[in-house]
């Protein structure tokens, strides 16, 4: 079927690009892909790690060439004629440049100065931008003083410093919280439907893809499918259900259990239940510890997960603690914190929180960007003290016994804290003498977290070189060398695609199971529902806590309707900012 290329702003026809890696091998990061992206339109390209779809932008950018194929970039051929593709598109990659010691102006300064955007035509543009981005009162704060969500909206911003006609996006909701991610939206859904933009937007996200008109399934390099969202729901049409687990079992439990039974695709906790897409045979064997099952309307992630489980049949494997954990005290408090206070100067990070986890609990810390996540979590493990206030962590007070208590706990941070230039196994060898285990147990241990978590062929690979998904697996190596009581997990599943997301989860049930207890954040407001409880902060304040449906519960009262977890949390932080903001209003007038 002949195309009418002047309604395309995306030609790709047979494109191959192969990378020389460091063994000497040949990656085929793209393998013979073709499809087209229409003028006007929002289209998702979605795919796990290693799928080509950073390296597609790339080519579509023209910051690299295609190996063969064709590629048009509303009609240019790329890279032939790429001065003039760079001139009529903005790309965001994962990594934004934005320079942090610089303020929000100077950076949009700075790339409207790269961009050759006269002083005129730059004040105009940048009152368009920051009523957007909603970025106006804060010109003259410094780049690395903004939260995460605001760095996005700063870099989406300076990408659209000169109106391009064509935006392409790499991953730009990744570490951001469900209220920024909501404004990021609103902001792309603004740009195509009021200035008709054409937007490829790569995310891990699946729920996002439901929001654009085309999306272009990837793995492995190739193209699986494209279409319209509602094409590749209809993949698993007929195959997904809502199955609601017996009495006094826990749905990640019956999750876990799920997944290992043949006929089933996925598995997911949702509101208690558990979504499952089956490959479409009948249901024998899958009722065991249900209270029921029934069907329900299939969804693009149900779709997604049905497409490539054609391709791949890999079962994760599941790390396991050698010896269980004494659950005979399964009431235990792990972890107590008591009026916990932190303050840098005159500003209060964490304001007075109050929590326990007790043994074999998944304990959720959720909240925004700056909310006072990460600084409780350091001050959990001995990082960073308190400046008022009590914690207790496997019994100890960490106040006078922080040497001793770290020893007992595990921690996998953001950025996942290895060294880039070591190799696998030489990073494994590093963190089991830093956790004090020497000779042949060393050597022990090494072994079991290369194994437990798939890593022996990459030993020697280069850490800083690994996809997303295996850098996590190789930071939770790390963490369990010395077969910690508590992990402390700060949003290890950010960037992760829905494989390594699902791995990781199975990891966490099989370590609870067995009497680890762990405490971790997460953006992913779905991942709460494995939670068997959380905590909602904001701005250093507990707004909310207790089970996941105690959560959707206090939601759905302020709604009116069944909320997600989604909803409930930015209906609970939007309800206390009210909430606040009214006090502060009134306080000035009784002034």
């Known amino acids: 079927m002949s195309v009418d290329v002047s309604t395309l702003a995306i030609l790709a026809r047979g494109v191959h690009k192969t990378f020389l890696q460091e063994n000497g091998d040949v990656a085929h990061a793209l393998n013979d892909v073709s499809f087209e992206v229409r003028r006007n339109a929002l289209t998702a390209l979605v795919g796990p790690d290693g799928a080509g779809k950073t390296t597609f932008l790339r080519l579509a950018a023209g910051l690299m060439n295609a190996n063969s194929g064709e590629l048009r970039i509303f009609g240019l051929v790329v890279p032939e004629r790429s001065q003039q593709v760079q001139a009529r598109i903005g790309y965001m990659p994962q990594r934004f440049g934005l320079y942090e010691d610089l303020t929000v102006r100077e950076n949009l300064n700075l790339y409207a100065d790269l961009h050759g955007v006269g002083h005129d035509e730059r004040e105009a543009r940048y009152q368009t931008l920051t009523e957007m981005t909603a970025l106006g009162p804060f010109m003259q704060r410094l780049a690395g003083r903004l939260s995460g969500g605001m760095k996005q909206k700063l870099g989406l911003a300076c990408t659209l410093i000169r109106s ?274 020497r000779g042949t147990r060393r050597r022990e241990r090494v072994t079991w977290g290369l194994e437990q978590f798939d890593l022996t062929q990459l030993a020697a690979h280069t850490a800083g070189l690994l996809p997303g998904g295996y850098k996590q697996r190789l930071a939770m190596a790390a963490a369990l060398l010395h077969e910690p009581e508590i992990l402390f997990l700060d949003e290890p599943t950010s960037g992760a695609d829905p494989f390594a997301r699902r791995e990781f989860w199975q990891r966490i049930t099989a370590l609870a199971e067995q009497g680890v207890t762990v405490v971790v954040t997460t953006h992913f407001m779905e991942e709460a529902e494995y939670c068997d409880h959380v905590v909602i902060l904001d701005q250093g304040r507990v707004l909310a806590r207790g089970s996941s449906a105690d959560i959707r519960g206090h939601a759905a009262a302020m709604t009116g309707h069944e909320a997600t977890m989604e909803d409930a949390f930015i209906t609970i932080v939007l309800e206390a900012r009210r909430n606040e903001t009214n006090r502060r209003e009134e306080r000035g007038a009784t002034a």
């Open 164 to 437: 391009p006609e064509l935006l392409l996006l790499d991953e730009p909701t990744v570490g951001v919280d469900p209220l920024s991610r909501r404004d990021l939206w609103e902001i792309i859904l603004r740009l195509v439907r009021d200035e008709g933009l054409t937007v490829v937007v790569s995310t891990s996200y699946l729920d996002e893809a439901e929001r654009c008109r085309h999306a272009i399934v990837m793995y492995e390099g190739s193209v699986l499918m494209q279409g319209s969202p509602e094409d590749v729901s209809r993949c698993a049409a007929g195959c997904v259900f809502l199955a609601t687990p017996g009495k006094n079992l826990a749905a990640r439990a019956v999750q876990t259990r799920l997944l290992g039974h043949p006929q089933v695709v996925d598995a997911v906790p949702e509101a208690g239940n558990v979504r499952v897409v089956t490959d479409g045979s009948p249901l024998h064997g899958l009722t065991q510890g249900l209270a029921s099952i029934r069907p329900t309307r299939e969804r693009f992630e149900d779709g997604f997960m049905c497409l490539l489980n054609k391709l791949t049949t890999k079962r994760p494997r599941v790390a396991l603690v050698e010896e269980p954990i004494a659950t005979g005290l399964s009431n235990e408090p792990m972890v107590e914190v008591q009026d916990l206070v932190r303050r840098f100067g005159s500003f209060t990070a964490v304001d007075h929180v109050n929590f326990t986890v007790h043994r074999g609990e998944v304990f959720g810390l959720l909240g925004p960007n700056g909310a006072g996540k990460t600084t409780t979590f350091r001050m959990l493990c001995g990082l960073l003290p308190a400046t008022h206030g009590k914690l207790r962590v496997a019994g100890l007070d960490l106040g006078r016994a922080r040497a001793s208590a770290r020893e007992r706990l595990g921690y996998v941070a953001q950025k996942f804290s290895l060294y880039g230039i070591l190799s696998v196994s030489e990073n494994l060898d590093f963190f089991a003498s830093a956790y004090g285990l």
